[in-house]
C-alpha cells in the first residue's frame, strides 16, 4: 500500500512531468485522474506541498505549478553530485603534507564541514563532515568572508560575542575586516592559533557562479611543524582551490540554479 509520502512524490513527479510538456499550470482534476486519486486527497497534497515550497498555485487559471523549493532541491542535488567529484583534490592535499584537509561551506556566521580527510598523525575537530565552526575564528570562515564589506560582516555577526577560539581570533568585526584585507593580499588565508592555539589554518576559497556555490579548501598543521613551509603550504592550498574551481565550473553548465529557470 503506497504510504501518504509516496503518493506526494508520485504526485509532485506528474505535476512537474505534465507542467513540463505543456508549459500551462495542471488541474487538480487531471492530477486526480492520473494518478487515480480523489480530488479532495489531491487537493490537501497540493497544500501541504504549496505551503513546503515545492507548488505554487495559479491565481487565474487556479492551476499548480512547481514551485521554486522543487528547482532548490534539484540544485542541492546537483551540488552533491559535483561536490564528489573534488573530493581527490582534498585527498590529494592529505597526500600532500600528511595532514588533515577539508572543504567547508559556508552557514549563516559558522563554517560547515561538508568533506574531510581526517590525518592519523593529527586529529583534528573541524575535519569531520556535519562538524559547525565559528566562521570568525577558522581560515575557512576567513576565506569565506574575505570579499564582504565591514557591514556585511557586522549584520552577518550582529548576534555573536566572539568570545572563544584561539588566542589569535579577533575580536569583533572591525578587527575581522582589517584582517580579511590583509588576507586578500596573500596567496591564501593563513590563520595562525585562530581556532585551536599552536594549529595553524591554510584555507583559500574556490567559488563557481553558475551553481552559485563558494566552498573553502582548508589544510590544518600543528605549528611545530611547519618548519619554514608557510609560503609552499600556502601556496599548494591556493592551487588546490584553483582545481575545485575549475572542476566545479566544469561540472556547471547543466546545473538548475535556485528557483524557477528562465523560460
Known amino acids: 500500500m503506497a504510504t501518504t509520502v509516496d503518493k506526494g512524490l508520485l504526485l509532485l513527479q506528474a505535476l512537474a512531468a505534465e507542467e513540463s510538456r505543456t508549459g500551462a499550470p495542471v488541474t487538480n482534476t487531471w492530477l486526480a485522474d492520473q494518478l487515480n486519486l480523489d480530488q479532495a486527497q489531491v487537493s490537501r497534497m497540493l497544500s501541504a506541498l504549496a505551503a513546503a ?16 523549493g522543487y528547482f532548490d532541491i534539484g540544485a542541492a542535488a546537483m551540488r552533491v553530485e559535483v561536490l564528489a567529484k573534488v573530493r581527490p583534490v582534498i585527498r590529494g592535499l592529505l597526500h600532500a603534507w ?5 572543504l567547508s561551506v559556508l552557514s549563516r556566521g559558522q563554517v560547515l564541514t561538508v568533506q574531510a580527510e581526517p590525518s592519523q598523525w593529527f586529529p583534528y575537530f573541524p575535519v569531520r563532515v556535519g562538524a559547525m565552526t565559528p566562521a570568525w575564528c577558522s581560515g575557512p570562515g576567513r576565506a569565506l568572508t574575505q570579499g564582504l564589506s565591514r557591514d556585511e ?3 552577518l555577526f550582529r548576534d555573536e560575542t566572539f568570545v572563544g577560539g584561539g588566542p589569535g581570533a579577533v575580536r569583533d568585526p572591525l578587527e575581522l575586516f582589517e584582517r580579511n584585507l590583509q588576507s586578500a593580499k596573500m596567496v591564501a588565508v593563513v590563520a595562525d592559533s585562530e581556532f ?6 591554510f584555507s583559500a576559497p574556490a567559488q563557481c557562479d553558475q551553481l552559485d556555490m563558494a566552498v573553502a579548501v582548508s589544510v590544518a598543521v600543528p605549528k611545530h611543524r611547519i618548519s619554514g613551509r608557510t609560503t609552499t603550504i600556502a601556496t599548494s592550498v591556493a592551487e588546490a582551490a584553483q582545481g575545485v574551481t575549475a572542476l566545479l565550473r566544469a561540472a556547471s553548465p547543466i546545473a538548475p540554479k535556485a528557483g524557477r529557470p528562465a523560460p
Do not use: C, I
Request: glycine content about 10%; aromatic content about 6%.
Open 196 to 201: 585551536e592555539h599552536d594549529v595553524v589554518e
Open 98 to 102: 600528511h595532514e588533515p584537509a577539508w
Open 53 to 68: 515550497g515545492l507548488a505554487e498555485r495559479e491565481p487565474e487559471s487556479r492551476g499548480y505549478r512547481v514551485g521554486s
Open 153 to 155: 560582516l557586522t549584520t
